[in-house]
């Protein structure tokens, strides 16, 4: 778990940037408001949550702490830096009648490997919510190989049948994720809540109101979530933001 700690291609500054985001992930509530009030529009009383793009686990984390406990979470992060932290804290997590499994994947429309690459601040310190695919983007990135699946692909090794939220945050390699998940998302319908962002989608090929229009055009109702964790029903993208998608 820490063998971060000991690889000498991370630097000393790069280690104490772990260090913090081990102790902060134990704790970080960010996200515990926004679940509690999509928990309430899953109908299950022991929902399945695929946790995509999970970084160290805040999202994963807040599916624990609700009222109505998650039976199973997939939770995949594909960031060699992070995913020690992700695993070591789902265990902990997963005493409440709670399974996490826990995978180091790209989630995209093929399966094979790909590059993926951080971005290192002038500090020495990653970026590591803004990891991305594809081209390589910044002068000084962190590049590792990793291996990428489909979703559905993924769901079925898993033996997971049926799923009730999914939650994607890719830096703009949401649409990837959903073009490999076709049954995911025309027949076993789950909620999703995605980021719609152009200026991280648009470099790597993509369109975020393309992927707003498709969700709409598979029968899901759009929604934005406002400062007091209300819902907005919206017919068009509004903006970069975070949406809600959940099926007719």
């Known amino acids: ?48 949550v695929v946790d995509i793009g999970a970084n160290v686990g805040n999202f994963t984390r807040g599916c624990t702490q609700q009222g109505k406990k998650a039976r199973l979470i997939l ?46 601040k002038r500090s020495g310190s990653f970026r590591v919510g803004l990891a991305y695919t594809g081209e390589q983007k910044h002068k000084r ?47 076993i319908r789950p909620i999703w809540y995605l980021e719609l962002d152009d200026s991280r989608a648009i470099p790597m090929g993509n369109s975020s109101e393309r992927l707003f229009n498709r969700m709409i055009d598979a029968g899901y109702k759009a929604y934005l979530i406002d400062a007091e964790i209300n819902t907005i029903k919206v017919s068009s993208m509004q903006g970069n933001d975070n949406y809600l998608f959940v099926p007719n």
Not at 21 to 47: S, V
């Open 1 to 48: 778990m820490f063998s971060v700690l000991a690889k000498k291609e991370f630097s000393f500054m790069q280690k104490i940037r772990w260090l913090r985001l081990f102790i902060r992930a134990g704790y970080d509530q960010r996200f515990n408001n926004i679940i509690g009030m999509i928990y309430e529009l899953i109908p299950n009383k022991t929902p399945v």
């Open 141 to 187: 990135v962190y590049s590792e190989t990793v291996q990428n699946l489909r979703l559905d692909d993924m769901l079925i090794s898993e033996g997971i049948l049926r799923v009730d939220l999914v939650k994607i945050d890719v830096e703009g390699a949401e649409e990837n994720v959903i073009n490999g998940a076709p049954v995911l998302l025309n027949e």
């Open 75 to 120: 939770a995949v992060e594909p960031s060699h830096y992070v995913f020690p932290i992700l695993e070591f804290w789902s265990k902990i997590w997963s005493y409440k009648n709670t399974d996490i499994i826990c995978r180091k994947n790209i989630l995209s429309d093929n399966s094979g490997v790909t590059k993926l690459h951080t971005p290192i």
